[in-house]
């Protein structure tokens, strides 16, 4: 035997080694107490349920059909048990001596089976059904009804990702292989002396590969384990290896200062605070010295791969040596889309930055974007919900499409917070500027739980975002937040006792007005947050068909994107001839003078009888003031039309002075300005 002695809960390590239950161990042995459901002593009493939930674990979702890994199963077990007790009152009812029932609503075993289940119906089976049966059923305290059976998450994670952590200092380096259908990731963290045994906090939820925790310190070794999760939140996969890290102290280190990429000056184009085509500015970065001594001859490489940002500041960046603990800002300087390669609307531009002090290795690197092509304009931004988050970003826990409940009016998809206890879902949106008559509408659908003692829980409420400053805001209007105390959670999801919300039963579709014109002229966005403690849960909230009205809002560059500061192509004007050369047809003229710009000529051609200007390109950017072509049989005209490398001029004028049009198949978009 293994036996600690002290509340032993495997009961294959008891000197008795039966599988204990309330008749033959509750009833049978456990003296006299109140509060229980044998009305025995709590502890005694307790047993068979704990032993259930070590089998759960231990046994039965380590055996066969699922042959889970023991981290696995103790990660699956561990989400079962507390969902599965939200609603559990009594593990079973039983009167001694032989007389147990299992099966009421408020019991753990038809609890325990839907806190596993993927589609709100546990008659069809759920993905661990007959483990947790095994587990139960083993201890007296399962049920026949409804059948065992394995079922659902089907499109879920398949297989358990490969993890691989990578230390460097102050942060540990992670990624993984993706999981066919894994919608996104659970990172989970331990310390201490058993490893990813014991302990496991989720720091994070991803949808991408890769994620670096920045909250490791140099020295101390951390365990990750990550977890597949498919777009039913209910839908779990293996877990990962578990893959330890130990950051390292560094001696003469420097990095990147993370978020600290700011513009300094803009010139060129329209004069707003955006980059865009045509322009060219100064960021400045920062940079820190991380290490235990002074970081010597710091060398700064900063790149990128996209075609419309050109770095014209010469590379590395030698800012010298910083001391311990101190800081440099440097500078560069770029151009943006002032050759062929343009930046479309609001296009991310990502700059790679690599930090190497002497005898660093290897160097520190790490990225930061801007966004390019942007205008402020004032308008409706409409939040559809249809296909994607339009806009919105995940902030912790989830957000997710579903088409469970849309709102009325031909929607097919919603946005659904989570379903889960001890949550807190956030998401937030693009950038705004108010007006003085701004609104947010908010159209939603929610249940959550009921008020309980006096207090209201579990929320979702919205929020006003300024720089690092959040202010809870209410509806003005339509469906409000209800009155009454809410339950002050200080240090969770920052619901204080003053932070109202959405609460109890809103289980219809209806519109929250939020005025914004208290917000004028200032820049702003919108965080909405659902929260839940770890008891009772209900729904979740729904929002569909959302919009904001009358403000400012980032959309695209308006501002031209030729680069020629005001030089245009013009017109030429009687210096075009065609003269016969053999069986070939020879084009002379030339070029517009005056501030016209002009690096080629596109030449056209049209046919007789004339039944309208029908020219089409004959040959596009000529260089030079002449143009051969064979003579076809047929009757042809001929048009030549200045052009630069942004745009082409003039067709010249009809016999009423009017400019001709172009081509349906220009060579180039026309600018009829005139220079000449």
């Known amino acids: 035997m293994n036996c600690t002695g002290i509340r032993q809960i495997d009961y294959m390590q008891h ?30 009493e307790g047993i068979p349920p704990a032993e259930a939930g070590w089998d759960l674990a231990a046994r039965d979702l380590q055996a066969a059909p699922f042959n889970f890994d023991k981290q696995t199963a103790f990660e699956f077990a561990t989400k079962i048990i507390i969902q599965g007790h939200n609603n559990v009152t ?45 587990a139960f059923n083993r201890h007296g305290i399962a049920c026949a009804t409804p059948t065992p059976q394995n079922s659902g998450c089907s499109g879920g994670p398949s297989t358990a990702p490969i993890l691989t952590a990578t230390p460097a200092h102050n942060s540990v380096e992670l990624s993984w292989t993706a999981v066919s259908g894994a919608a996104q990731y659970y990172v989970m963290r331990t310390e201490g002396v058993k490893g990813c045994d014991f302990g496991k906090t989720k720091i994070a939820t991803i949808i991408s590969t890769t994620y670096t925790d920045t909250q490791a310190l140099n020295g101390r070794t951390y365990y990750y384990t990550i977890m597949p999760m498919g777009s039913n939140t209910n839908c779990l996969g293996s877990l990962s290896n578990c893959a330890s890290a130990t950051p390292s102290l560094c001696v003469s280190c420097a990095a990147y200062q993370a978020g600290s990429a700011i513009i300094t000056t803009i010139t060129g184009g329209d004069s707003d605070e955006f980059m865009d085509n045509c322009e060219a500015a100064t960021i400045q970065v920062t940079i820190d010295s991380v290490g235990t001594d002074t970081a010597l001859n710091t060398q700064v490489t900063i790149s990128t791969t996209d075609p419309f940002i050109n770095i014209t500041t010469a590379m590395p960046i030698n800012v010298g040596d910083i001391p311990i603990g101190g800081s440099v800002n440097t500078t560069f300087d770029i151009d943006i889309g002032k050759s062929a390669n343009k930046a479309s609307c609001m296009k991310t531009g990502i700059f790679n930055i690599s930090i190497q002090a002497t005898g660093q290795d290897p160097a520190a690197a790490d990225t930061f974007d801007f966004t390019f092509e942007i205008d402020w304009v004032i308008g409706t931004v409409n939040w559809p919900f249809e296909t994607g988050l339009d806009g919105w970003t995940v902030e912790d826990g989830t957000w997710t499409l579903t088409s469970a409940r849309v709102n009325p009016g031909g929607s097919t998809q919603s946005l659904r917070s989570s379903q889960i206890n001890l949550n807190c879902d956030i998401m937030i949106s693009p950038e705004f500027e108010a007006t003085s008559t701004t609104a947010f509408l908010a159209p939603n659908w929610y249940d959550i739980e009921i008020q309980n003692a006096g207090y209201w829980y579990d929320r979702a409420n919205v929020w006003v975002v300024q720089n690092a400053t959040e202010t809870v805001i209410s509806p003005a209007s339509g469906k409000t937040y209800p009155s009454g105390s809410f339950y002050n959670w200080t240090e969770y999801c920052n619901q204080d006792s003053d932070k109202p919300g959405w609460s109890g039963s809103g289980a219809y579709w209806g519109n929250s007005t939020f005025n914004l014109g208290a917000y004028n002229s200032q820049k702003f966005q919108l965080r909405i947050k659902y929260m839940t403690d770890d008891l009772t849960a209900g729904e979740g909230i729904y929002f569909d068909d959302g919009y904001i009205t009358n403000v400012k809002y980032q959309d695209c560059d308006t501002w031209s994107d030729n680069c020629l ?20 047809l020879v084009m002379n003229w030339q070029p517009p003078a005056g501030t016209c710009n002009v690096t080629c000529t596109n030449i056209y051609r049209g046919s007789f009888p004339w039944t ?65």
């Open 15 to 44: 000197a008795d080694p039966d599988a204990d239950t309330p008749v033959n161990y509750t009833c049978a042995i456990c003296g006299s107490g109140s509060g229980t459901p044998c009305g025995k002593e709590t502890h005694c």
């Open 90 to 134: 009594s593990w079973y009812s039983c009167t001694c001596p032989s007389t147990v029932n299992a099966c009421g609503a408020t019991n753990a075993y038809p609890n325990w089976i839907a806190a596993d289940d993927d589609d709100g119906n546990p008659n069809d089976g759920t993905p661990h059904m007959t483990a947790i049966y095994n």
């Open 565 to 584: 500061g005001g030089e245009y192509p013009g017109r030429i004007i009687n210096t075009y001839i065609i003269n016969k050369s053999g069986t070939n």
């Open 612 to 676: 309208g200007y029908d020219y089409l390109p004959l040959q596009c950017c000529v260089t030079g003031t002449s143009y051969t072509t064979p003579q076809l049989s047929g009757s042809y005209y001929f048009v030549v039309v200045p052009a630069n490398d942004y745009n082409e001029g003039s067709y010249g004028l009809d016999s009423n002075g009017n400019e001709r049009p172009p081509s349906v198949s220009a060579c180039k978009t026309q600018d009829t300005t005139v220079c000449n």
